[in-house]
């Protein structure tokens, strides 16, 4: 368990960093490998590595929200070709025969790895790190629904970043702040899948979706 949490926490911790990892904005690949989501801890706790990405903090998550990630990135990323979506199980499996084969592996040795498993030029892994539900129903909302993930795509040849996108947004009144009506798509309070789908929507605007051969 402590050698899955470290992964996924040094794969975010290899999003976050900014310099020499980080590759050319041109990204040419024809597959990529789709990784299910991984839940931060709120506050921090039990993480190895905390990694804020312009501001981003772990929050309330509430149990279902890697699962409901998972389904809207495959809902947003489906029609498109190229993609290969891997299963939380298939993942599970897949993990533990990469780290049976390695011993104390770099974040990029286990990035090719995996991409020589999985058979992708890129892997695309996500990290929740709030997803809190609304209070309240219609107009009569106690509390907004709030929403923060990041998306890292990864070269698997190298263990390069080849792009990275995240959101972070608690729903606001538009009497505060009318330039949130077109991500908020009207007037009325959303629920927390409504503001993540809105959210992939738009960090995906400049994502290097796969080539056609």
Known sequence: MKKKLWFFAV????????????????????????????????????????????????????PEAPRIMDDLLQEALSGHPGFRFVSRREFEGIWEEVLAEAHEPRPADIV?????????????YGKVFRFRERKGRGYAVKRPAS???????FDTKNGHILWKGWFDETQQPL???LFKIRLYGGVRWLTAEELARRGLERTLQDFPFPKTP
């Open 112 to 124: 090719r790895m995996l991409g020589k498993v999985l058979g992708t030029e890129a892997l695309l």
């Open 11 to 62: 794969l975010i911790l290899i999003g976050c960093t900014r310099g020499p990892l980080e590759s050319t904005p041109s990204v040419s690949v024809h597959t990529i490998a789709v990784l299910p989501f991984e839940a931060a801890c709120p506050g921090g706790k039990g993480e190895y590595f905390s990694c804020p990405i312009q501001g981003l903090v772990a929050g309330e998550i509430i």
């Open 175 to 177: 009497s505060r702040n």
């Open 147 to 153: 929403v923060a993930f990041a998306l890292v795509l």
